[in-house]
């Protein structure tokens, strides 16, 4: 459940960036500000294409991409038990 609500806030940092045209309230979303920095960049950079998909599908992504993750976004993943 973490995960769900970690993706929610991953996607909420991409929608304050303009890749997602309507933007998550911020009362959705979840994790801390460090941890939401953390995958950020990640997020952006490894998942684009998947950016505008359902959590799950970003999960998955990261997931795929996890050798190439930065040091703090893997210690968040792992956090959360993924």
Avoid: W
């Avoid at 996607?11 to 939401?36: F, V, W």
């Avoid at 997020?43 to 684009?48: A, I, L």
């Avoid at 998909?53 to 050798?67: G, H, K, M, S, Y």
């Amino acid at each position: 459940m973490r995960s769900f609500f970690l993706l929610v806030t991953l996607l909420s940092l991409s929608a304050s960036t303009g890749a997602i045209a309507e933007p998550t309230p911020p009362q959705q979303r979840s994790g801390t500000p460090q941890e939401q920095r953390a995958c950020a960049h990640d997020v952006q950079k490894y998942c684009r294409p998947v950016m505008n998909q359902d959590d799950l599908t970003v999960l998955a992504c990261l997931q795929q991409n996890r050798p190439k993750l930065t040091h703090a976004c893997n210690q968040v993943l792992v956090s959360h038990g993924q």
